[in-house]
């Protein structure tokens, strides 16, 4: 994963605990969106990205009213 990725393509990375997967994430430029799985919020509170979503998918869409645009 060296680019972005537009289009219905879901890349899935497996990591061993939370920790890891905060690494992974902090280890790159900030992600226009992070959708989380987990019931554990380190990776609201521990990462920055243009948009969150926790244990959901559509809420992004769903919401006119939220911003968009990514960070800055």
């Known amino acids: 994963m060296q ?3 537009f289009g219905p393509i879901l890349p899935i990375v497996v ?3 939370m920790d890891e997967a905060i690494d992974f994430i902090n ?7 992070i959708y989380a799985f987990s019931c554990d919020s380190k990776v609201l509170e521990r990462t920055s990205s243009g948009g969150f979503c926790g244990n959901d998918t559509l809420m992004h869409v769903t919401l006119t009213s939220l911003p968009f645009g990514g960070i800055g």
């Open 3 to 5: 680019e972005e990725i």
């Open 15 to 17: 990591v061993a605990n």
């Open 27 to 33: 280890a790159r430029p900030r992600p226009l969106a």
